[in-house]
């Protein structure tokens, strides 16, 4: 099975193209170059880690690749798509349909239960699957928890409900920023044993951490520094 899998990933579809991406944050006379001119790929079946020191620009990359911000230069396509330089409101149609965001600041509703939070990720992409609904909580280990709020769960359980709602349209593209980063190493395990699973099925996932797990999950790492990858 996972030399199929295997297989699988090496026909080098590319998801992702992300092209000299420059983004400036302005404020007064301060200006601050989060992305100076990032270029990065990523193909169906891929793991790419983003790595680099605090401020070296991830979070600014993944809202970009992501269309969650707009970059002042360059381009990001998804799936074929163009998804920056466009109004906001057709950047979170594309992004609903094409791309699986799990962030840590977290993509719960409060007030919604845990099924209805992956139900509304469905409805914003035009799509209604309670089977794969069913299927992402029960991988998840969260079946139990289905009717739970978010503000009842566990860490844990929570990032695992986060990465259902990111899964909740089988994304051509997962980004992920330190999905693990609030997890002790037993609750790691899992999240990120699912996201290889979603690689596996051809997803293209690109995540920034700082975990050494990660690192040896990624099939390919990229290096951020002063917002420029080397
Ligand atoms: N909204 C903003 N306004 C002004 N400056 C910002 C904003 N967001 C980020 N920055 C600055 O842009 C640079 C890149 O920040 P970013 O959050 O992308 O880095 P990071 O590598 O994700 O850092 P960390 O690992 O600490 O999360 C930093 O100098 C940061 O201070």
Do not use: W
């Not at 074929?80 to 349909?97: D, Q, T, V």
């Not at 002790?184 to 797990?213: F, N, Y």
């Amino acid at each position: 099975m996972a030399h199929r899998l295997r297989l699988l990933r090496l026909d080098g579809v590319v998801i992702l193209q992300a092209e000299e991406l420059y983004r400036f944050y302005r404020s007064g006379e301060e200006e601050t170059r989060a992305l100076r001119g990032v270029t990065l790929h990523a193909d169906a079946g891929e793991v790419v880690l983003v790595s680099g020191p605090s401020g070296s620009g991830k979070s600014t990359l993944l809202a970009c690749l992501g269309g969650l911000d707009d970059p002042d230069g360059g381009i990001v396509r998804v799936d074929g798509h163009r998804i920056s330089h466009r109004p906001e409101a057709e950047r979170a149609a594309l992004r609903a349909r094409l791309v699986g965001v799990l962030f840590q600041s977290g993509n719960l509703i409060e007030h919604l239960t845990v099924a209805a939070n992956v139900d509304l990720a469905q409805r914003l992409a035009g799509r209604r699957d309670r089977r794969l609904r069913e299927e992402l909580l029960d991988v998840l280990g969260l079946s139990a928890r289905a009717g739970a709020r978010p503000s009842q769960l566990s860490g844990g359980e929570s990032a695992r409900a986060g990465l259902a709602v990111a899964l909740a349209n089988r994304p051509a593209l997962l980004l992920a920023d330190e999905p693990t980063g609030e997890l002790d190493q037993h609750t790691e395990v899992p999240v990120l044993r699912l996201i290889r699973e979603q690689a596996d099925e051809r997803t293209a996932v690109v995540i920034a951490s700082h975990s050494s797990a990660v690192r040896r999950l990624a099939d390919r790492v990229v290096e951020l520094k002063d917002g420029r990858a080397t």
